[in-house]
């Protein structure tokens, strides 16, 4: 139990300072609650076991971010452009009646050309990384129909 | 038994000499340059170059051959851009003639014979990119050889944009290798031969890419970075997938369409059925088969191919990207004033997309466009904002921190410096290379990373 709040902890600190990269500005609230809330989803998608309901908790997710960045306007653009990087990549899956876990490697491929094309298994960038990390769960052995 | 040798060798030497007389006879050999004297003159020496000097003087190289120039590369300034001699090469701690016998069996491959030596002036075409620009990029592209402070880097563990590769067939993973290959004849006309017809018979601009492979892989088809990037156009495991998604309607497209580029490719595609579909399988991604895109043969045809075949894929994700971000180009300015032209935006993203991906041109392009609406909507937009010719003073954009940053109007060349993503500007350097070189426009085009 401690083991796992305390990997959480450090996940949170490691995304905070990836994300931060060459910005000196401390992380803005929309950042925090994008890093709690993707922490968050990656917990309930690796315990849950329908592909579907991790679907819907993606779009949620999505849904979660979009209506807290219109809140609050535009932020640092460094900021930005991991978010846009994040949801872009989140969004360019197909939606979940048409997500086949057959296709994954495809899905995978696919979002590696689109955002990340000179890396041969996974993204460097941090906001598409989040999200390759995503579809790796989703991807996962575990995921039943 | 004496009778029957003597008219044996009667018989080889009737069949020695018509063969000869025929190779004469034959216009199209003559012109092409490709009768080779020395099997018709039973080794007379004086005869031999005598005659081989004469149909050179029948058939002088055409224009687009010439390799005279008023040119640097690194410091050393020279009047032509001469081939290397397989005895040049092999002086010195490293023998750089290690592509000599996959050359060969590519000569073996190319049984039309269209590829492995110059064209005469008839077959080339006016919009073919001279060959001193493929020469000038082929000899100026990082050599390690050359300059031995990179492979002290390499030792040291430093970032190092690009090495060689050495592969046995074509098939397995490369092994590095430091020396660049030896630019013969040999080496040369096939990947110029093959870029002309790949680009020709597919309608890509040959302009457009001299400045992205003088970075790339500078036209070296066994170029290898160290990520697993090979090949001429440095292929990744994403880039196969997406490009194997038309090869089958890009090889239909070659087969049928009647260009005589086109057909020269497909009868090497017909002689040599594995380029494209091995036994009619798309080509592995795996970084483990990566020799499929540096061995020769079946490359440098197959790696051209492929290349043309991601380009398609990649403008047209790029164009649709472009295209929906019609109104936020609208509100930065960029439709005011007749000042941008959307296909000229759209090719610049498209040469981005290379390094960054389409939907990761779009979001920086969009990102860039909202910054400057949003944060600075009192600097109207000037051309200049879009030019990745234009210099980019080292102060204060060396180092700069994003927040620092975001206080002055950035262009877009700025905006991307400060994320780390110099591409477009790197490349816009190696264009002026060229056009500073070899004069402007020959190598490059007239518009260029610019509106």
């Known amino acids: 139990m401690y083991s796992r709040t305390i990997l959480k902890i450090i996940g949170l600190f ?19 609650s ?85 890396q041969e298994d996974e993204p460097k960038e941090p906001g598409t990384k989040e999200a390759f990390e995503i579809l790796t769960i989703l991807c996962s052995k575990g995921s039943t129909k | 038994m004496g009778n029957v040798l003597r008219y044996f060798l009667l018989l080889i030497f009737s069949i020695v000499v018509g063969v000869g007389a025929y190779r004469l006879a034959d216009p199209t050999l003559r012109s092409s340059g490709k009768v080779d004297f020395s099997s018709f003159a039973f080794g007379i020496p004086s005869l031999v170059e005598k005659a081989n000097s004469e149909v050179k003087q029948m058939n002088p190289r055409p224009p687009s051959l010439d390799l005279s120039c008023n040119c640097k ?38 049984r039309e014979g269209d590829y492995f030596s110059p064209r005469p002036t008839e077959l080339s075409s006016e919009k073919d990119v001279p060959l001193k620009c493929v020469m000038y990029v082929m000899k ?50 096939p990947i110029y031969n093959a870029f002309v017809d790949v680009t020709n018979c597919l309608n890509h601009d040959q302009r457009l890419y001299l400045p992205k492979l003088f970075i790339e892989s500078g036209f070296h088809i066994n170029a290898s970075g160290p990520g697993g990037d090979g090949g001429i156009g440095q292929f990744t495991k994403p880039a196969i997938l997406e490009a194997n998604k038309i090869i089958p309607q890009i090889d239909q497209e070659i087969r049928q369409n009647p260009n005589p580029s086109c057909r020269r490719l497909a009868k090497y595609l017909k002689n040599n059925p ?9 080509l592995s991604e795996n970084v483990s088969e990566r020799c499929a895109f540096l061995h020769s043969p079946p490359n440098p045809i197959r790696s051209l191919i492929y290349y043309a075949a991601l380009q398609n894929q990649q403008k047209s994700a790029v164009s649709e990207k472009v295209d929906q971000l019609e109104g936020l180009m609208k509100q930065a300015g960029l439709a005011n004033q007749n000042l941008y032209s959307r296909e000229a935006i759209k090719e610049s993203l498209y040469l981005l997309a290379y390094n960054v991906g389409p939907s990761g041109a779009q979001t920086l392009f969009k990102n860039w466009l909202q910054f400057r609406s949003q944060k600075h909507p009192h600097a109207p937009f000037q051309p200049q904002d879009f030019d990745f010719n234009l210099s980019i003073p080292d102060e204060p954009f060396k180092d700069i921190k994003m927040d620092e940053a975001e206080k002055l109007p950035l262009t877009f060349p700025q905006y991307l410096k400060v994320f780390r993503k110099g591409y477009l500007r790197v490349m816009a350097i190696y264009k002026e290379r060229l056009d500073t070189n070899l004069g402007a426009g020959q190598c490059t085009p007239a518009q260029f990373l610019k509106l």
């Open chain 1, 34 to 118: 994008t890093v709690k809330q993707l922490s968050s989803l990656k917990s309930k998608l690796s315990s849950e076991k329908q592909l579907i309901k991790k679907l819907h908790q993606v779009n949620g997710f999505i849904k979660n971010i979009k209506e807290l960045r219109s809140r609050h306007g535009r932020q640092s653009e460094l900021e930005e452009v991991f978010l846009d990087r994040l949801i872009d990549g989140l969004k360019s899956l197909p939606e979940a009646k048409e997500f086949k876990l057959e296709n994954c490697r495809n899905y995978k491929a696919n979002m590696l050309f689109q955002f990340d094309p000179r």
């Open chain 1, 14 to 32: 490691l995304l905070t300072f990836t994300c931060q990269n060459t910005m000196a500005a401390p992380p803005s609230p929309i950042k925090i």
């Open chain 2, 140 to 189: 100026g592209f990082l050599n390690y050889s050359e300059r031995p402070q990179l492979i002290e880097e390499l030792k040291l563990g430093q970032p190092i944009s690009s090495l060689f590769g050495k592969c046995e067939r074509a098939k397995g993973k490369p092994k590095p290798i430091f020396g660049k290959p030896c630019l013969t004849e040999e080496y040369v006309f």
């Open chain 2, 274 to 282: 594995d380029t494209l579909m091995p036994k009619g399988n798309l």
């Open chain 2, 73 to 110: 590369i690194l410091d050393q300034t020279f009047t032509e851009l001469k081939f290397d001699s397989a005895e040049s090469c092999a002086e010195g701690n490293m023998d750089r003639n290690y592509l000599h016998m996959q050359l060969e069996r590519f000569k073996k491959s190319d």
